[in-house]
């Protein structure tokens, strides 16, 4: 989607190396979040940001990292990648003054 | 783009007739509501949204119904067209600082031509 950028897109990794995904917006927006997506378990957030070094835990945060150090950069970081890792991640970001969230176009993990 | 092959309910409808897509949501605290569309390839895009405050809200061929009292939401897509096929999810929120989206688990539109 405009505004967002994921990176990479596609990415194979093997169990135990640590990986890191990017996402970058240009909307100066305030909120940003993580996403998993797994077949018959829909969109699960993993981790979110409220501001600059401000973060906190989603629902499936373990195993999972992140930081954000400006406010257009979240990162997402998997300290030693598992096989129940792989997954299509989504970052999105909403304006704190309208509504509804816009996400990226994903990347898809595969771990080895 | 990514997607993903989800194991979803899938519902089938004739190019031309009216879908309806139901989702019931979990949380009575919720008190904001979205449904969203995702393309094979592509990650979810915002369709209609609607406040606790209301039980009905349209925009261009699509309509949002909310049922407080059962916990219940729904999509109308009026007039189903090939491109409406897709993955459709419903989300809910409770607005505020530091407001967290849970998302269904999603339905399967498939258009019959």
């Known amino acids: 989607d405009a505004g967002i950028t994921q990176s990479p897109r596609h990415k194979v990794t093997e169990t135990g190396t640590p990986v890191t995904l990017r996402c970058h917006q240009t909307e100066n927006h305030r909120y940003m979040y993580w996403y998993r997506q797994d077949p018959g378990h829909g969109l699960r957030l993993i981790h979110y940001s409220y501001g600059v070094k401000d973060t906190d835990k989603g629902e499936v945060s373990d195993g999972y990292s992140v930081s954000r150090s400006k406010t257009e950069d979240f990162l997402l970081t998997l300290e030693s990648a598992t096989s129940s890792q792989t997954s299509v991640y989504f970052c999105a970001t909403i304006d704190s003054s309208k509504d509804g969230y816009t996400f990226g176009s994903g990347t898809r993990l595969t771990v080895v | 783009g990514e997607s993903v092959g989800l194991h979803l309910p899938t519902l089938s409808v004739q190019e031309g007739d009216n879908s309806i897509i139901n989702c019931a949501y979990s949380?009575?605290?919720?008190?904001?509501f979205i449904w969203y569309k995702q393309e094979s390839g592509k990650g979810p895009q915002f369709i209609i949204d609607i406040r606790s405050n209301m039980d009905k809200r349209q925009g261009q061929r699509v309509t949002v119904l909310l049922n407080k009292t059962v916990k219940h939401l729904s999509l109308q897509i009026a007039a189903t067209q090939p491109g409406d096929s897709a993955v459709y999810f419903c989300a809910e929120t409770h607005t505020g600082a530091n407001s967290k989206l849970t998302f269904g688990k999603g339905i399967t539109l498939s258009v019959r031509p």
């Open positions: 949380n009575s605290a919720s008190d904001y």
